[in-house]
Nanobody, 125 residues
Framework: VQLQAYGGGLLQTVQTGGSLRLSCAAS???????LGWFRQAPGKDREFVAA???????KYYSGSVKGRFTITRDNSNTLYLQMNSLKPEDTAVYYC??????????????????WGQGTQVTVSS
């Protein structure tokens, strides 16, 4: 399994209220895999952003992004994170992650087996 996240970048800064879409190309992933997005700001722990359950495609969001971010996956198992109404506190390195099945602790980064390399999202005030 290999995950490749893209769509952000150190040279790309979005203004408050703007939008950005992240993508994650997931190779070796079956439709039964659960996929998620996490983020890590400087000096902070990695935190859950959103997840989509394998099989039924149920979606789960953290309270801080619910209503602003949308997670989707397509038939090729490319994972997306559409981020709208961005805030400075959304600034972080964003990671995509995968696990072979669903776990009730889907918000715990320790439950994911595979990780992408991370992509920087910077939101200016």
């Amino acid at each position: 399994v290999q995950l490749q996240a893209y769509g952000g970048g150190l040279l790309q800064t979005v203004q408050t209220g703007g939008s950005l879409r992240l993508s994650c190309a997931a190779s070796g992933v079956l439709s039964s895999y659960s996929l998620g997005w996490f983020r890590q700001a400087p000096g902070k722990d990695r935190e859950f952003v959103a997840a989509v359950r394998g099989g039924n495609n149920s979606k789960y969001y953290s309270g801080s992004v619910k209503g602003r971010f949308t997670i989707t996956r397509d038939n090729s198992n490319t994972l997306y994170l559409q981020m709208n109404s961005l805030k400075p506190e959304d600034t972080a390195v964003y990671y995509c992650a995968a696990r072979p099945n669903w776990h009730v602790w889907y918000y715990d980064p320790g439950q994911y087996n595979y990780w992408g390399q991370g992509t920087q999202v910077t939101v200016s005030s």
